[in-house]
Every structure is written in structure tokens, then in C-alpha cells.
């Protein structure tokens, strides 16, 4: 199976819609990471000279410098060079899972040319690190799969509809169970329903770096002067918070921002890291990722659902052998927040939450 890749690419065009130096951020972006231009130059198998032109054309198309050079130093990012690599980061961030989801539909559509569509696994799930790593897993282990990235009660809609044999969703675990069980319960009826643990996780605040609004809480949002990032209408991360914010009697009208939202965790951590956002709502990984500040406020588990008769169909049997897999649960444990403990365990819905009534 082909493994397709896409990614983001950005560029700076002329008024008369000439394209101009396709290279530039590329040039930045690898300063940022490498720390210099001449370890830049090697890791894009450019020359010092060419990547030093470049970079002056850059300059004068902007009219200002874009890199720093001093003695003992080397180079180091001007303002504006930070600006348009955070700018970067944060288009790979947003538009990284839709890119994922479309690399995806398409190894599928190649797939079925090369073999039967029969055996493609549709899988709609809610954005995370250990679906993407599960991704990786399958992918390399030839399992053809076509994996879309929806908000939670989407992929759970789905499901219901036949749109998909796997849904990804993630519940809190504690009080906030039952009440946001009653947003998946239209779309999670019968009792052929089997869910499939992947990780637990943990939900909290990201913070700026050094935190310096000194927000230590949700009550700290609502001060003048803090600004808000929030995730999109209808994930269930906003569901979770919109539930936090109720129990602590927090009002969100007076949060800077709330109503505005980002479609993943790790657009909400750029956002913040790009100096935009003082404060998020999101889960630990790309905090960690981006150098923020955490401060954990909920644990939640990921479920995959499926139908009691497709753990007999052999590419979700595939599935399941990649999560009991000591490598699978080592990659995920490795990712901040994130435990692989239980990873592939079947559990009916009464198993899984015993005191939620489950309709038939």
C-alpha cells in the first residue's frame, strides 16, 4: 500500500501575480529549527550562497531584514522572519488533519484499484495523537484503511448512518460521563455496538509560555486582558469546557474570544504560541509540542465504535492486533498526556459505562 503525503506550502507573489522566491519560508523555518543559516543550508542541500540571495531578495520584496547576522553568533530571525515561520506552523496545524484526511481517501481510492474495495476499513474519528499514530501503524503495516477527521458527535452520526466501520470519540471520565454520553446516545443505539479502547488522555488549559496573564484557572479567563482561544462549535472538547465553565459558574460571555474557534488541539497551541492567544482549552501534547504551559483539568478515554460483526472482518482484526502491540502502546505512551494502558481491549456499552442506560 502507497502511504500519501501532503502538506501545506505557502508562497509570495508579485501584484502582477508573478511567483517570488518559493523557497524564502522554507530557508526561515529551517533557521528556526537548526538554530543557524549554515545548518539550514545543510539540512535543504542548498548552497550558503544561493540560501543567502534568497534570503536577500526576501528582504528587499518586504523592505525590512529577515535575518540577523552577528559576530559569535551566527544568524538569528528578525521579527518578522519569527512571524512568518509561526505563520507557518500555524497553517500545519490547522490544515494538517483535513491534508491527512484527503492523503488518506486517496491511498484509498488508489487501493481499490489495486485490490478489492471490500477490504478498505472507513474510519471517521475525532482528531488526536493516538489516531495518528494508529494511522501510521496501519499504513505500514499494509492495512488499507480511509481515515476522515470529524468532530466527535460527527464521526458518531456517521456510524449510525453506515457512513463508517470505525468512530473514533472520547468521553471524560468522572461526573461529566453521563452528561456527555446524552449527546452520543441518538447515535450510539443497539446492542451490537462494540467499543474499542485506544488511549486515555489528558484535557486542560495551555498557557503561554512562563504563563505570564498568571492564569491558574477557568475563572482566570473572564480578567480583562486575557485572550481566549477556544476549539470549534460541536467538537466535544468545547462541549467538555462549555460543562467545566457551568460547574465553576464561570461566564463565558466575559472570556475574550470564546466564541472563536480552531478545528484541532494543535491549531489552538500555535495560535497561542504565535503570541495570538494568552490561553486555550485543548489536550497535552501539542502544549508540550509548542512549549507551553499545561495545566491539567480533565482525563477522558478515546473509543472506536464498531459493529459486533466487524471484529470478525479481517482488516479491524488487523486493527486490533496493532493496538495489543508492545510498539503501538510504547509510541503512544511516549506522547505527553497520552496512556496505551487497556489500548484494544472490546468492551460492549454496558461494559464500558455501566450506568448509562443503553437503548436498543
Not at 46 to 60: F, K, N, T
Not at 68 to 94: C, F, I, N, P, Y
Not at 205 to 230: E, H, Q, T, W, Y
Not at 332 to 353: H, N
Amino acid at each position: 500500500m502507497l502511504k500519501v503525503a501532503i502538506r501545506p506550502q505557502w508562497t509570495f507573489a508579485s501584484v502582477d501575480g508573478a511567483v517570488l522566491l518559493p523557497r524564502l519560508l522554507e530557508i526561515l523555518v529551517a533557521i528556526a529549527e537548526k538554530g543557524n543559516l549554515a545548518a539550514a543550508c545543510r539540512s535543504l542541500l542548498l548552497s550558503y550562497r544561493h540560501a543567502w540571495g534568497i534570503l536577500r531578495e526576501g528582504e528587499a520584496l518586504f523592505g525590512m531584514p529577515l535575518v540577523s547576522m552577528s559576530r559569535g553568533r551566527g544568524s538569528e530571525l528578525t521579527e518578522l522572519g519569527h512571524k512568518l515561520v509561526w505563520a507557518d506552523r500555524r497553517v500545519t496545524a490547522r490544515l494538517g488533519p483535513s491534508l491527512d484526511s484527503l492523503a488518506s481517501e486517496l491511498e484509498a481510492e488508489i487501493e481499490s484499484i489495486v485490490r478489492h474495495a471490500g477490504s478498505i476499513v472507513h474510519i471517521h474519528a475525532s482528531h488526536g495523537f493516538a489516531v495518528e499514530t494508529l494511522r501510521t501503524f496501519l499504513v505500514r503495516a499494509q492495512v488499507p484503511i480511509d481515515l476522515k477527521y470529524r468532530s466527535s458527535l460527527e464521526a458518531a452520526a456517521s456510524f449510525a448512518n453506515a457512513g463508517c466501520e470505525l468512530a473514533g470519540f472520547h468521553v471524560p471520565i468522572g461526573p461529566f460521563e453521563a452528561p456527555m454520553l446524552k449527546h452520543y446516545a441518538p447515535y450510539l443505539r443497539g446492542r451490537d455496538i462494540r467499543l474499542i479502547h485506544l488511549a486515555t488522555r489528558r484535557q486542560g488549559m495551555m498557557v503561554a509560555p512562563g504563563n505570564p496573564k498568571n492564569i491558574d484557572g477557568l475563572a482566570a479567563l473572564s480578567r480583562p486582558g486575557v485572550r481566549f482561544i477556544n476549539r470549534q462549535q460541536g467538537s466535544a472538547t468545547r462541549l467538555l469546557l462549555d460543562l467545566l465553565c457551568e460547574r465553576e459558574n464561570v461566564e463565558v460571555e466575559k472570556i475574550q474570544g470564546y466564541q472563536e474557534g480552531e478545528y484541532t488541539h494543535a491549531a489552538v497551541a500555535a495560535f497561542i504560541a504565535s503570541g495570538m492567544a494568552d490561553a486555550g482549552f485543548g489536550i497535552e501534547t501539542p502544549a508540550r509540542h509548542f512549549n507551553l504551559g499545561f495545566i491539567p483539568l480533565e482525563t477522558e478515554r478515546y473509543f472506536l465504535a464498531c459493529r459486533a460483526e466487524g471484529l470478525h472482518t479481517q482488516p479491524i482484526r488487523e486493527v486490533l492486533q496493532i493496538l495489543s502491540r508492545p510498539e503501538y502502546r510504547s509510541a503512544v505512551d511516549a506522547l505527553a498526556g497520552y496512556s496505551a494502558k487497556g489500548s484494544g481491549k472490546v468492551q460492549t456499552l454496558a461494559e464500558a459505562f455501566p450506568h448509562w442506560q443503553v437503548q436498543a
